[in-house]
Nanobody, 122 residues
Framework: VQLQASGGGLVQAGGSLRLSCAASGRTFSTYAMGWFRQAPGKEREFVAAISWSGDSTYYADSVKGRFTISRDNTKNTVYLRMNSLKPEDTAVYYC????????????????WGQGTQVTVSS
């Protein structure tokens, strides 16, 4: 599966953005999906994951209550709604696919999209 992330941009602190990750191929609905981010000078970190059915979601503590991951299997797309953004959310955000959320939550992804830059100004 090939992944294409979009929706990043510049936003003021407290603002919102919605990232999208469009997948090609007919097997999207069989993959768990996740979002990761990497800030300058830092390692890539897990942000959120969602099961193939959408029934289960997982979040990093740093974004819990502010970010929401969702998916639309009819559109082969996964979303990350980001509210109450903070300057420390500034990073390149990546989407990834794997056979299970356990892999994604451990930082493992079998397929990765290119990143989309999110910049939050104070």
């Amino acid at each position: 599966v090939q992944l294409q992330a979009s929706g990043g941009g510049l936003v003021q602190a407290g603002g919102s953005l919605r990232l999208s990750c469009a997948a090609s191929g007919r097997t999207f609905s069989t993959y768990a999906m996740g979002w990761f981010r990497q800030a300058p000078g830092k390692e890539r970190e897990f942000v959120a994951a969602i099961s193939w059915s959408g029934d289960s979601t997982y979040y990093a503590d740093s974004v819990k209550g502010r970010f929401t991951i969702s998916r639309d299997n009819t559109k082969n797309t996964v979303y990350l709604r980001m509210n109450s953004l903070k300057p420390e959310d500034t990073a390149v955000y990546y989407c990834a696919a794997d056979r299970a959320t356990t892999g994604l939550r451990s930082g493992v992804g079998s397929h990765w999209g290119q990143g989309t830059q999110v910049t939050v100004s104070s």
